[in-house]
């Protein structure tokens, strides 16, 4: 039973996310909005009842794996250079100098493939890793050509394959997770939110609905002060006056925000949600009003709209988190 009830407690935490726009608005038309929450619920139900959304950080396992490939081809490169030095066969120094060309290429593939990984180009990625494995092989057909042998690198490159490999099949398997989650989506109210949500919750699952609140709060805390710093930093390398002007009101904007949100902790801890939903509600329009002041009439946007998504993330997450747990 309590299994069962923590999937529900989480599915319903995902529903209210799905509508987390509405929940902040002043006024909105519930039939219509209930119709297509409930909807929403019977996806996300169906997708983390089947446990088909998997737990697993691929992302980080994948680099995980590319980065100690990228040590182990390192270190075969070491070892070619090694034996050029000592080479005086023409055949043996050929093979060996274009092993060493390999090994080089193919720990700079890798090295692309982990950039391509963090920008979400999957496709490169996995193209990368099979172009260095590719390179890899090359180095052991010139041995087998030249000299009718196998190279003195066969057993470092198999556990360099092995890595890269395995660098693949959690790639494939992170694109699979993403599709599933994006598929899932799909039909909600706020694609973007119930993706960037779903994934927040399947990566915090064993916290409860009080430690995914206060996580989500942290790390809202987090985002606020980074923003805070970096508009310090802008604040003294900017000459343009309007800007400035600008920066200084965004940063008590923000300063704002981040004492509201710390305010929220310990009312969260305290269970007194009512109080901590205030101030986590004041908190994002304190960010919005920042966002206003750079937009004008020109509709500019502000240097510092990127950071402010992944702070709205979290202050939206956090919300609708204490709000399922104020009406627990």
Known sequence: MGSLHGLLSFCFVLVLVLSSNHLTAKAHNKSTNQIKVEADFKIIAELAGKNSIPNAD?????????????????VICQRVNSLLLKSSDMYTTRSL????????????????????????KYGDAKTCITDALANSTKCEDRFEELLQRKSPFTF?????GLLCLTGLKHINLLVQKERLITEGCSQTLDKELCIST??????????????????????????????????????????????????????AFYLTAIGKIKASLPALDCNRYGDASTWVGDAIGSAETCEGV?????NKISPLTPMKIEFSKHVSISLVV???LAGN
Do not use: P, W
């Open 198 to 251: 779903v994934g927040f919750f399947l990566e915090n699952k064993g916290l409860g609905l009080h430690g995914l609140a206060k996580l989500a709060v942290e790390k809202a805390l987090q985002d606020g002060t980074r923003i805070h710093n970096h508009i310090s930093v802008l604040l003294k390398t900017t000459s343009d006056k309007c800007v400035l002007k600008k920066l200084k009101s965004c940063s």
């Open 156 to 160: 470092m490159k198999a556990k360099f």
């Open 97 to 120: 100098t274009g092993c060493s060309t390999n090994y080089k290429d193919a720990v700079g593939l890798i090295n692309k493939s982990l950039a391509a990984l963090d920008a979400k």
């Open 58 to 74: 691929f992302k980080g396992l994948a680099k995980l794996a590319l980065t100690k490939a990228i040590s182990n081809g390192n």
């Open 322 to 324: 204490i709000k399922r």
């Open 294 to 298: 750079f937009a004008g009439k020109s």
